[in-house]
């Protein structure tokens, strides 16, 4: 609950991370909040949600713990897959605008090859993507590795599978889709509700653990 304003910035902008952190990445939080010591920008994630969270409510140390490794290494498999199959949904969502389609496009055909073969070859990343899946799911009950309440361990795995929704030839396990849904719940998180305001972003948000 605490106020926020956010500020969506198109993904050619280079300029303004780079200006703000030395890094062309996003999120960045600015700090001009005298509880919350250190650096005014902040740009990466996990060290964003650790400084908002200076009562560790989120075990944050569940991130370096050697016991979570596995998982860590588990949903980096699991983005190999998923980025093949929604990169090219992601670039049609009201994030991009014709120019920083294009950026995004022609940057990331660098790295994972031209988005047709991409949507060509979806059936084996379908497959693959499923095979990897099983390895956490059985964990989901109801927080990751039978925790009693939300740990950042539980925003990992939903800020890397929540990006699955977009893609009509998939469907989340019932078990898995009900994880997701208890997650949005608790981290009061509306995927992408911002750009569908109105008076966005001249109205303060709530702060939401899904950065």
Known sequence: KLPYYSHVLPYHDEATPLSMTGIKALPIM?????????????PESLEIIKRLDFQNHLKNEFVTHSTTSPLLSALAEIEKPLFKLCMPHWIYTPEFNDQSRSYFLNKKEKKRGPFYLLVQNKKN???????????????????????KSLTILDILIASTLWGLYILPEFQFSEKTHTYLQLIKKECRFDYYAPFWQPDWPKQPCLINSLL
Do not use: C, R, S, W
């Not at 990343?125 to 925790?147: C, F, G, R, S």
């Open 30 to 42: 600015e700090f001009d909040d005298p509880q919350f010591p250190g650096a005014k920008y902040l």
């Open 125 to 147: 990343h379908l497959d693959e993507l499923t095979q990897k899946m099983a390895i956490i799911e059985e964990d989901l009950v109801p927080y990751y590795n039978q925790q």
